[in-house]
T-cell receptor, first 115, second 113 residues
Framework: GAVVSQHPSRVICKSGTSVKIECRSL??????MFWYRQFPKQSLMLMAT?????????EQGVEKDKFLINHASLTLSTLTVTSAHPEDSSFYIC???????????FGPGTRLTVT | AQSVTQPDIHITVSEGASLELRCNYS??????LFWYVQSPGQGLQLLLK??????LVQGIKGFEAEFKRSQSSFNLRKPSVHWSDAAEYFC???????????FGKGTHLIIQP
Protein backbone atom coordinates (compact mmCIF):
# COMPACT_ATOMS: atom_id res chain seq x y z
CA GLY A 1 0.00 0.00 0.00
CA ALA A 2 0.85 3.71 0.08
CA VAL A 3 2.15 4.02 -3.45
CA VAL A 4 2.86 7.39 -5.01
CA SER A 5 3.50 7.74 -8.71
CA GLN A 6 4.97 10.57 -10.72
CA HIS A 7 4.66 11.27 -14.40
CA PRO A 8 6.74 11.73 -16.40
CA SER A 9 9.85 10.14 -14.96
CA ARG A 10 12.05 12.13 -17.29
CA VAL A 11 11.35 15.18 -19.41
CA ILE A 12 13.49 17.36 -21.61
CA CYS A 13 12.14 20.73 -22.65
CA LYS A 14 13.37 23.84 -24.35
CA SER A 15 14.09 27.02 -22.51
CA GLY A 16 10.98 29.21 -22.27
CA THR A 17 8.46 26.40 -22.40
CA SER A 18 6.35 25.05 -19.55
CA VAL A 19 6.36 21.55 -18.14
CA LYS A 20 3.74 19.84 -16.00
CA ILE A 21 4.61 17.06 -13.57
CA GLU A 22 1.90 14.91 -12.04
CA CYS A 23 1.95 13.29 -8.64
CA ARG A 24 -0.66 10.69 -7.77
CA SER A 25 -1.41 8.71 -4.64
CA LEU A 26 -2.57 5.39 -6.02
CA UNK A 27 -4.11 3.64 -3.05
CA UNK A 28 -4.86 6.28 -0.47
CA UNK A 29 -6.25 9.76 -0.18
CA UNK A 30 -3.59 12.36 0.30
CA UNK A 31 -4.83 15.35 2.22
CA UNK A 32 -1.42 16.94 1.92
CA MET A 33 1.15 16.69 -0.81
CA PHE A 34 4.66 18.08 -0.84
CA TRP A 35 7.03 19.02 -3.62
CA TYR A 36 10.77 18.78 -3.17
CA ARG A 37 13.66 19.65 -5.39
CA GLN A 38 16.95 17.81 -5.38
CA PHE A 39 20.07 19.08 -7.10
CA PRO A 40 22.76 16.57 -8.10
CA LYS A 41 24.43 15.05 -5.07
CA GLN A 42 22.45 17.35 -2.78
CA SER A 43 19.74 16.92 -0.25
CA LEU A 44 16.05 17.44 -0.86
CA MET A 45 14.72 20.91 -0.35
CA LEU A 46 11.06 21.47 0.30
CA MET A 47 9.51 23.75 -2.30
CA ALA A 48 5.88 23.84 -1.28
CA THR A 49 3.10 22.17 0.63
CA UNK A 50 -0.32 21.75 -0.87
CA UNK A 51 -3.59 20.74 0.68
CA UNK A 52 -6.47 19.55 -1.43
CA UNK A 53 -8.64 22.44 -2.52
CA UNK A 54 -6.36 25.11 -1.06
CA UNK A 55 -3.59 27.28 -2.39
CA UNK A 56 -0.13 25.88 -1.95
CA UNK A 57 2.19 27.23 0.72
CA UNK A 58 5.59 28.00 -0.74
CA GLU A 59 8.89 27.95 1.08
CA GLN A 60 10.94 31.10 1.24
CA GLY A 61 12.78 31.73 -1.98
CA VAL A 62 10.51 29.61 -4.15
CA GLU A 63 8.72 31.62 -6.82
CA LYS A 64 5.05 30.75 -6.73
CA ASP A 65 4.43 32.24 -10.17
CA LYS A 66 7.12 30.06 -11.65
CA PHE A 67 6.28 26.83 -9.89
CA LEU A 68 2.52 26.48 -10.11
CA ILE A 69 1.04 23.83 -7.86
CA ASN A 70 -2.47 22.52 -8.14
CA HIS A 71 -3.95 19.97 -5.73
CA ALA A 72 -7.33 19.50 -7.34
CA SER A 73 -8.23 16.18 -5.80
CA LEU A 74 -7.22 13.94 -2.91
CA THR A 75 -5.14 11.79 -5.23
CA LEU A 76 -3.56 14.26 -7.63
CA SER A 77 -1.22 17.21 -7.39
CA THR A 78 0.53 18.85 -10.29
CA LEU A 79 3.63 21.01 -10.47
CA THR A 80 4.00 23.21 -13.53
CA VAL A 81 7.36 24.78 -14.17
CA THR A 82 6.56 27.84 -16.23
CA SER A 83 8.97 29.50 -18.64
CA ALA A 84 11.60 26.96 -17.75
CA HIS A 85 15.27 27.88 -17.83
CA PRO A 86 18.35 25.66 -17.67
CA GLU A 87 18.81 26.48 -13.97
CA ASP A 88 15.43 24.82 -13.33
CA SER A 89 16.95 21.51 -14.39
CA SER A 90 16.70 19.28 -11.36
CA PHE A 91 15.14 16.18 -9.85
CA TYR A 92 11.65 16.96 -8.60
CA ILE A 93 10.15 14.63 -6.03
CA CYS A 94 6.66 14.69 -4.61
CA UNK A 95 5.37 13.07 -1.48
CA UNK A 96 1.92 12.50 -0.09
CA UNK A 97 0.61 12.28 3.42
CA UNK A 98 -2.66 10.87 4.61
CA UNK A 99 -4.29 13.12 7.17
CA UNK A 100 -2.70 12.90 10.58
CA UNK A 101 -0.43 10.02 9.68
CA UNK A 102 2.77 12.09 9.89
CA UNK A 103 4.42 9.84 7.39
CA UNK A 104 5.13 10.88 3.85
CA UNK A 105 5.21 8.50 0.93
CA PHE A 106 7.51 9.54 -1.85
CA GLY A 107 7.14 9.32 -5.57
CA PRO A 108 10.01 8.07 -7.71
CA GLY A 109 10.87 11.56 -8.91
CA THR A 110 10.94 13.40 -12.22
CA ARG A 111 14.20 14.36 -13.88
CA LEU A 112 13.73 17.69 -15.65
CA THR A 113 16.33 18.86 -18.13
CA VAL A 114 15.91 22.28 -19.71
CA THR A 115 18.00 22.87 -22.82
CA ALA B 1 14.28 26.67 12.62
CA GLN B 2 15.01 23.01 12.81
CA SER B 3 18.06 21.58 11.13
CA VAL B 4 19.44 18.13 10.53
CA THR B 5 23.13 17.36 10.43
CA GLN B 6 24.69 14.32 8.85
CA PRO B 7 28.38 14.90 9.49
CA ASP B 8 29.66 12.20 7.17
CA ILE B 9 29.35 12.98 3.47
CA HIS B 10 30.89 9.66 2.41
CA ILE B 11 31.41 6.43 4.28
CA THR B 12 33.18 3.35 2.94
CA VAL B 13 32.54 0.02 4.59
CA SER B 14 33.64 -3.48 3.71
CA GLU B 15 30.92 -5.94 2.87
CA GLY B 16 29.95 -7.84 5.99
CA ALA B 17 31.19 -5.14 8.33
CA SER B 18 28.99 -3.16 10.65
CA LEU B 19 27.70 0.29 9.81
CA GLU B 20 26.70 3.38 11.73
CA LEU B 21 25.50 6.56 10.05
CA ARG B 22 25.25 9.60 12.23
CA CYS B 23 22.40 12.08 12.44
CA ASN B 24 21.87 15.00 14.79
CA TYR B 25 18.96 17.36 14.86
CA SER B 26 18.62 20.83 16.25
CA UNK B 27 15.29 21.75 17.70
CA UNK B 28 13.91 22.46 21.15
CA UNK B 29 11.35 19.68 21.14
CA UNK B 30 11.75 16.15 19.88
CA UNK B 31 10.61 15.99 16.29
CA UNK B 32 9.50 12.91 14.45
CA LEU B 33 12.59 11.25 13.02
CA PHE B 34 13.08 9.30 9.82
CA TRP B 35 15.76 7.56 7.81
CA TYR B 36 15.35 7.22 4.07
CA VAL B 37 17.47 5.46 1.47
CA GLN B 38 17.82 6.64 -2.11
CA SER B 39 19.37 4.49 -4.81
CA PRO B 40 20.77 6.24 -7.91
CA GLY B 41 18.02 7.92 -9.90
CA GLN B 42 15.35 6.59 -7.57
CA GLY B 43 12.89 8.07 -5.14
CA LEU B 44 13.18 7.68 -1.41
CA GLN B 45 12.34 4.58 0.52
CA LEU B 46 11.54 4.80 4.19
CA LEU B 47 13.84 2.61 6.29
CA LEU B 48 12.42 3.41 9.69
CA LYS B 49 10.84 6.12 11.79
CA UNK B 50 10.62 7.22 15.40
CA UNK B 51 7.61 9.00 16.82
CA UNK B 52 7.69 8.04 20.50
CA UNK B 53 8.15 5.09 22.82
CA UNK B 54 10.98 2.61 22.57
CA UNK B 55 14.09 4.49 21.57
CA LEU B 56 15.52 1.59 19.57
CA VAL B 57 13.62 1.32 16.32
CA GLN B 58 13.77 -1.58 13.91
CA GLY B 59 13.38 -0.97 10.23
CA ILE B 60 13.46 -2.76 6.93
CA LYS B 61 16.48 -4.44 5.35
CA GLY B 62 18.04 -5.16 8.74
CA PHE B 63 18.50 -1.53 9.75
CA GLU B 64 17.88 -0.10 13.17
CA ALA B 65 18.24 3.33 14.72
CA GLU B 66 18.50 4.59 18.25
CA PHE B 67 17.06 7.86 19.44
CA LYS B 68 19.15 9.53 22.13
CA ARG B 69 17.44 12.60 23.50
CA SER B 70 20.47 13.75 25.49
CA GLN B 71 22.56 13.83 22.33
CA SER B 72 19.79 14.94 19.94
CA SER B 73 20.85 12.04 17.78
CA PHE B 74 19.20 9.36 15.72
CA ASN B 75 22.00 7.19 14.35
CA LEU B 76 21.32 4.44 11.86
CA ARG B 77 23.00 1.06 12.27
CA LYS B 78 23.29 -2.25 10.53
CA PRO B 79 25.32 -5.16 11.93
CA SER B 80 26.46 -6.52 8.56
CA VAL B 81 26.21 -4.59 5.31
CA HIS B 82 25.58 -6.08 1.90
CA TRP B 83 26.76 -4.73 -1.44
CA SER B 84 23.15 -3.82 -2.22
CA ASP B 85 23.18 -1.35 0.66
CA ALA B 86 25.33 1.05 -1.37
CA ALA B 87 23.16 4.15 -1.73
CA GLU B 88 22.52 7.62 -0.37
CA TYR B 89 21.03 7.77 3.10
CA PHE B 90 19.04 10.70 4.39
CA CYS B 91 18.01 11.52 7.90
CA UNK B 92 14.92 13.70 8.17
CA UNK B 93 12.76 15.36 10.78
CA UNK B 94 9.16 16.46 10.94
CA UNK B 95 7.67 18.72 13.55
CA UNK B 96 4.43 16.80 13.40
CA UNK B 97 2.19 19.33 11.77
CA UNK B 98 1.30 19.44 8.10
CA UNK B 99 4.85 20.50 7.33
CA UNK B 100 7.34 19.10 4.96
CA UNK B 101 10.34 17.14 6.07
CA UNK B 102 13.66 18.74 6.82
CA PHE B 103 16.43 16.61 5.39
CA GLY B 104 20.07 16.27 6.22
CA LYS B 105 22.55 16.57 3.39
CA GLY B 106 22.83 12.83 3.09
CA THR B 107 25.57 10.26 3.53
CA HIS B 108 26.84 8.37 0.53
CA LEU B 109 27.56 4.77 1.49
CA ILE B 110 30.16 2.85 -0.50
CA ILE B 111 30.56 -0.87 0.01
CA GLN B 112 33.95 -2.43 -0.61
CA PRO B 113 34.12 -6.08 -1.65
Amino acid sequence: GAVVSQHPSRVICKSGTSVKIECRSLDFQATTMFWYRQFPKQSLMLMATSNEGSKATYEQGVEKDKFLINHASLTLSTLTVTSAHPEDSSFYICSAESGGAYEQYFGPGTRLTVT
Amino acid sequence: AQSVTQPDIHITVSEGASLELRCNYSYGATPYLFWYVQSPGQGLQLLLKYFSGDTLVQGIKGFEAEFKRSQSSFNLRKPSVHWSDAAEYFCATDLGGADGLTFGKGTHLIIQP
